[in-house]
């Protein structure tokens, strides 16, 4: 079965720009969670979807958003870049939760290194 | 809010010993879940191993262990038999039993050097 797959796995921007990227989940898994790991700030939650329909959201401004398609793959949005949305971009995905009460883990890809000059 | 804390930013192991990475939490929640992810240079996070809050049990994955002390609000992990495969960065992570998918809350990390 294939992992969960990102693209691109590079990118290079300038500030004021806009940026999309792009995760496929392993087939069958219908939430996804995208996380910003930056090595001051560490692995922060941006969003997770699930059938399409934002199920959560952290603490990051308008700026970040997010998608999901009804195949279930996803893409986030990153718009006017600063300096500072330098980061590896992780997207995760998991089998949907029985009820509340689950351990399902999430997968992660192997994430989207954004550089911004 | 819930948060999460390894206070080890380094550890060390020789080959073939055991180690123990430690993990602090602090939440009000009964229902929850803990995680140990792996990331190695590559990049990929990896599930290590996970333990539901409500089983006093501790979990076990073939070299890896926890030891979930839940009054005390921690969760180690112990690695036997080193392995140079081993080294990587190490989270602990925590989930809330109400959210039923996403939202893992990372710690810092531990980065874990194996010395042949």
Known sequence: KAGVTQTPRYLIKTRGQQVTLSCSPISGHRSVSWYQQTPGQGLQFLFEYFSETQRNKGNFPGRFSGRQFSNSRSEMNVSTLELGDSALYLCASSLPGQGARSNQPQHFGDGTRLSIL | ?116
Not at chain 2, 21 to 49: A, G, H, N
Not at chain 2, 79 to 96: E, K, P, T, V
């Open chain 2, 1 to 116: 809010a819930q948060t999460v804390t390894q206070s080890q930013p380094e550890m060390s192991v020789q080959e073939a010993e055991t180690v123990t990475l430690s993990c602090t939490y602090d939440t009000s929640e009964s229902d929850y879940y803990l995680f140990w992810y792996k990331q190695p240079p590559s990049r990929q996070m990896i599930l290590v191993i996970r333990q539901e809050a409500y089983k006093q049990q501790n979990a076990t994955e073939n070299r890896f262990s926890v030891n979930f002390q839940k009054a005390a609000k921690s969760f180690s992990l112990k690695i036997s038999d080193s392995q140079l495969g081993d080294a990587a960065m190490y989270f602990c992570a925590y989930r809330s039993g109400l959210d039923q998918g996403g939202k893992l809350i990372f710690g810092q990390g531990t980065e874990l050097s194996v010395k042949p």
